[in-house]
């Protein structure tokens, strides 16, 4: 019979199967230059980081915390 061990192990591996699912289903089109939430400039190095890129940091991790 399967521990709590096991379970928790279980438990997080499809927490990350589901995180990299979501990561591919993000559009992979050209990025955002300004984030679509607040306006401001999107750096070159996440345009490039992230491809398909619609939001600056903060508001990617507003995003985030909001879905979690």
Same mark, same amino acid.
């Given at each position: 019979?399967?521990?709590?061990?096991?379970? @928790? &192990?279980?438990? &997080?591996?499809?927490?990350? $199967?589901?995180?990299? /699912?979501?990561?591919?289903?993000? +559009?992979?089109? *050209?990025?955002?230059?300004?984030?679509? /939430?607040?306006? /401001?400039?999107? +750096?070159? *190095?996440?345009?490039? @980081?992230? +491809?398909?890129?619609?939001?600056?940091? *903060?508001? $990617?991790?507003?995003?985030?915390?909001?879905?979690?």
């Amino acid at each position: 019979m399967a521990d709590e061990c096991d379970n @928790a &192990q279980r438990t &997080q591996a499809l927490y990350l $199967q589901t995180a990299l /699912e979501n990561r591919m289903a993000r +559009p992979h089109g *050209a990025s955002r230059h300004v984030c679509d /939430e607040c306006g /401001e400039i999107i +750096p070159e *190095a996440r345009r490039r @980081a992230v +491809p398909g890129v619609r939001l600056c940091i *903060a508001c $990617q991790e507003e995003a985030d915390a909001r879905h979690y």
